[in-house]
């Protein structure tokens, strides 16, 4: 029978660990934003003694998303990754969560489905290379600016999220900038520095502003350019396919969005240009 505790500062070396089996690109600035905040919601599964498994969750008011579910290679298909999933699931129930929600990658979507969960709709992942852009109407994100980019966040992303946006921006001010129409903001995209690629989102565009979107992926591309480029999207935002495919971008193996419970939050899709990432929304 596996143990479960909540995973704790001292948990970095696990982390990197089951993060690096299966190749999502994380480091410890990922871990110590989970640690940050959500100190309650991630979970190591441990048998005999040993740490076998893991599962993370970040909470956005009384929406939870469940990510970086994991159990050691040799340990699999025994029931331990079902147990952490109705454990996080059962904790963050107890917390006033009322619903939750994934990514899930085809292979573990019978598993999200036995749990209960329902489909939402293929979230797409794409690859390219930064390659130089224009980058026409476009400023880099102020302290300043955080304000109105929540506020746009919370009316597309339909969560509230600004702690959060508030936290990536200070990890990386130079890879997050806004774009205004008319002296008002109409997008934003913040991007961040994974292992072995940058990763794009969240990228947040109101509709009819398609141009304002790329050139916001342009000016990420222009400050790494020849580095490795992630970005996820909803698969009904046309316009951030058509801009990632015309910058050269490839799709990779994409994953089903999944919710469980009341499902009442998702988010419009046709400003989600780019994903927070797949572990958090
Ligand atoms: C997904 C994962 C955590 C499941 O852990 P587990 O302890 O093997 O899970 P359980 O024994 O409770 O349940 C097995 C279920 O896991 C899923 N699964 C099996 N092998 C898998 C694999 N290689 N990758 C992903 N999911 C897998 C299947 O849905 C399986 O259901 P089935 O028994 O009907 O075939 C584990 O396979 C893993 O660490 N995979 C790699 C990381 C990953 O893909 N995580 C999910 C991200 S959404």
């Given at each position: 029978?596996?143990?479960?505790?909540?995973?704790?500062?001292?948990d970095?070396?696990?982390?990197?660990?089951?993060?690096?089996?299966?190749?999502?690109g994380?480091?410890?600035?990922?871990?110590?934003?989970?640690?940050?905040?959500?100190?309650?919601?991630?979970f190591?599964?441990?048998?005999?003694g040993?740490?076998?498994?893991?599962?993370?969750?970040?909470?956005?008011?009384?929406?939870?998303?469940?990510?970086?579910?994991?159990?050691?290679?040799?340990?699999?298909?025994?029931?331990?990754?079902?147990?952490?999933?109705?454990?996080?699931?059962n904790?963050?129930?107890?917390?006033?969560v009322?619903?939750?929600?994934?990514?899930?990658?085809?292979?573990?979507?019978?598993?999200?489905?036995?749990?209960?969960?329902?489909?939402e709709?293929?979230?797409?992942?794409?690859m390219?290379?930064?390659?130089?852009?224009?980058?026409?109407?476009?400023e880099?994100?102020?302290?300043?600016?955080?304000?109105?980019?929540?506020?746009?966040?919370?009316?597309?992303?339909n969560?509230?999220?600004?702690?959060?946006?508030?936290?990536?921006?200070?990890?990386?001010?130079?890879?997050?900038?806004?774009?205004?129409?008319?002296g008002?903001?109409?997008?934003?995209?913040?991007?961040?520095?994974g292992?072995?690629?940058?990763?794009?989102?969240?990228?947040?565009?109101?509709?009819?502003?398609?141009?304002?979107?790329?050139?916001?992926l342009?000016?990420?591309?222009?400050?790494?350019?020849?580095?490795?480029?992630?970005?996820?999207?909803?698969?009904?935002?046309?316009?951030?396919?058509?801009?990632?495919?015309?910058?050269?971008?490839?799709?990779?193996?994409?994953?089903?969005?999944?919710?469980?419970g009341?499902?009442?939050?998702?988010?419009?899709?046709?400003?989600?240009?780019?994903?927070?990432?797949?572990?958090?929304?």
């Amino acid at each position: 029978m596996a143990e479960f505790r909540a995973m704790a500062e001292g948990d970095l070396a696990l982390f990197l660990r089951l993060t690096g089996l299966v190749g999502w690109g994380m480091t410890e600035q990922d871990f110590d934003r989970l640690i940050k905040f959500s100190p309650e919601g991630n979970f190591i599964a441990s048998m005999d003694g040993s740490d076998v498994g893991m599962v993370a969750s970040t909470m956005y008011g009384d929406v939870a998303w469940i990510g970086n579910l994991i159990v050691d290679t040799q340990l699999r298909g025994r029931g331990i990754g079902a147990a952490l999933m109705v454990h996080a699931m059962n904790r963050l129930t107890a917390r006033g969560v009322k619903s939750i929600r994934l990514d899930g990658v085809p292979l573990a979507i019978p598993l999200y489905r036995r749990l209960g969960f329902r489909d939402e709709y293929w979230s797409m992942r794409y690859m390219g290379e930064a390659a130089p852009g224009p980058v026409t109407g476009v400023e880099q994100m102020r302290p300043r600016d955080l304000d109105e980019v929540a506020a746009l966040d919370l009316r597309y992303f339909n969560a509230p999220r600004r702690e959060h946006l508030e936290y990536i921006h200070g990890l990386t001010p130079e890879l997050c900038f806004t774009h205004r129409a008319g002296g008002r903001l109409v997008g934003y995209i913040m991007g961040g520095d994974g292992l072995d690629r940058v990763k794009v989102g969240p990228w947040i565009c109101e509709p009819g502003h398609e141009k304002g979107a790329e050139a916001l992926l342009n000016a990420v591309m222009n400050r790494r350019p020849g580095h490795r480029v992630w970005v996820g999207f909803p698969e009904g935002n046309r316009s951030s396919r058509s801009i990632l495919e015309r910058n050269g971008f490839r799709e990779i193996p994409s994953s089903l969005r999944m919710c469980h419970g009341e499902c009442r939050s998702a988010e419009r899709v046709e400003a989600v240009y780019g994903l927070g990432g797949p572990d958090k929304g």
